[in-house]
């Protein structure tokens, strides 16, 4: 039995936050890289670095056996990963698991584009790995549907289809695969239910009980055919969560700027 910490990049963001907790119920030490100090506790230490400044990347993966590389941002995700990967091939870790998005390989969007270069990055690194895509996580479907609510009138893209995933459970699906050999890029993961955009923002208002008018709009250009496509969809072969947008809605009922 390996006891070496785990590194979890991103362990202080949305994922990473349900991450940390099922690798200690595992027990796994884990380490957390993180650009902000923060105190340590119950077998979780702080190594402070930034991926894209590629600062306290080499503190954070020594003597570290498996990385999970959850750390991203709107932007950058193809530098940030390629500065983790040369810092973990030096330091000899054996597996690097990353969680990339659906449609990395297809949708013509610089985060995409940058998502799969950090999975060409990982896949082409030496180290064995192992990839999930996911799908949008009911948090970030939150937040844009919130944001489209505060407009007087809601546009709803005609065609343009989420299935949104809890990421509770794309988060123990990333332990599993963490604590499991290297198995390279594995079956998708999905929320249980598609829904166009204007039903994800109906949803939201109804459970908030505001009432908003939606107004059809068409998405323009490649991106809009390419959304209108599915390209963003696994509409087959993916696995799925089991936790609702609607039973996630009722959770965060009330809750401050939800
Ligand atoms: N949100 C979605 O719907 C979705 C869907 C599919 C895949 N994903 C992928 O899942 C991952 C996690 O997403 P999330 O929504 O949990 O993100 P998030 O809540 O925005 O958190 C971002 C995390 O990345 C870390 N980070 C950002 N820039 C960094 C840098 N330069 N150096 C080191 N750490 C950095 C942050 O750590 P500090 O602030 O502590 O430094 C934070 O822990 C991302 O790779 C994202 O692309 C997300």
Do not use: C
Not at 39 to 58: F, H, M, T
Not at 182 to 204: I, K, N, Q, S
Request: a positive charge; hydrophobic letters at 40%.
């Amino acid at each position: 039995m390996t006891t070496s910490p785990i590194l979890v990049t991103g362990g202080t963001g949305t994922l990473g936050r349900h991450v940390v907790p099922l690798l200690r119920e595992a027990g796994r030490d884990v380490r957390v890289l993180s650009r902000h100090g923060h105190a340590a506790g119950d077998g979780v230490r702080y190594v402070v670095g930034d991926l894209l400044e590629d600062e306290g990347v080499e503190a954070a993966v020594a003597g570290v056996e498996t990385v999970l590389h959850l750390a991203g941002g709107a932007k950058g995700d193809d530098r940030a990963t390629a500065n983790l990967v040369r810092a973990a091939r030096q330091a000899g870790v054996r597996h690097l698991v990353y969680i990339s998005v659906i449609g990395a390989d297809r949708l013509p969007l610089g985060y995409f584009r940058a998502k799969r270069d950090a999975e060409l990055a990982v896949a082409d690194s030496g180290i064995p790995w192992t990839t999930l895509r996911a799908a949008q996580f009911h948090d970030l479907a939150l937040k844009t549907a919130a944001a489209m609510a505060k407009l007087p009138v809601v546009p709803s893209p005609g065609g343009l289809r989420w299935q949104p995933v809890d990421s509770r459970d794309v988060a123990a699906r990333l332990v599993e695969l963490a604590l499991d050999r290297p198995a390279g890029l594995v079956p998708d993961l999905a929320g249980p239910t598609v829904y166009g955009l204007g039903e994800l923002a109906r949803g939201y208002l109804r459970s908030r009980g505001k009432r908003r008018p939606l107004l059809p709009v068409r998405l323009p250009g490649k991106v809009g055919r390419a959304y209108r496509a599915g390209d963003n969809l696994t509409l087959k072969g993916a696995e799925t969560g089991h936790r609702t947008w609607e039973a996630f809605l009722a959770e965060r009922s009330g809750a401050p700027g939800a």
